[in-house]
Nanobody, 124 residues
């Protein structure tokens, strides 16, 4: 079992920035592909960003392109989501996910482990 623990969420004004972190303790972290998803109230979970075990990133979702970026630090067993120029429509619970395949996946069905999520609220 792989535990994923997200942190860094909170309340921020529109135009502000947040950096989410997701730690996955364990020696196998460097072999995982990692992804970030989000789910707003009343909406389906949607893909945000993904990064492979080798550091390749998938194109981010159109709604966050050029504002959000994903990165990883294998020495710290952590993946990050840097979010800039936040908008009220970015308000959601953000989830970290890990895939044993090691590749970038944009579909939630391909991920093997999920964190519990961290709330991001953007005020206008």
């Amino acid at each position: 079992q792989v535990q994923l623990v997200e942190s860094g969420g909170g309340l921020v004004q529109a135009g502000g920035s947040l950096r989410l972190s997701c730690e996955a303790p364990g020696r196998k972290f460097s072999t995982f592909g990692m992804g970030w998803f989000r789910q707003a109230p009343g909406k389906e979970r949607e893909f945000v960003a993904a990064i492979s075990r080798s550091g390749e990133t998938a194109p981010s979702a159109g709604s966050v392109k050029d504002r959000f970026s994903i990165s990883r630090d294998n020495a710290k067993n952590t993946v990050y989501l840097q979010m800039n120029d936040l908008k009220p429509e970015d308000t959601a619970v953000y989830y970290c996910a890990a895939t044993l395949s090691g590749v970038t996946l944009t579909g939630s069905f391909g991920y093997d482990y999920w964190g519990r999520g961290t709330q991001v609220t953007v005020s206008s």
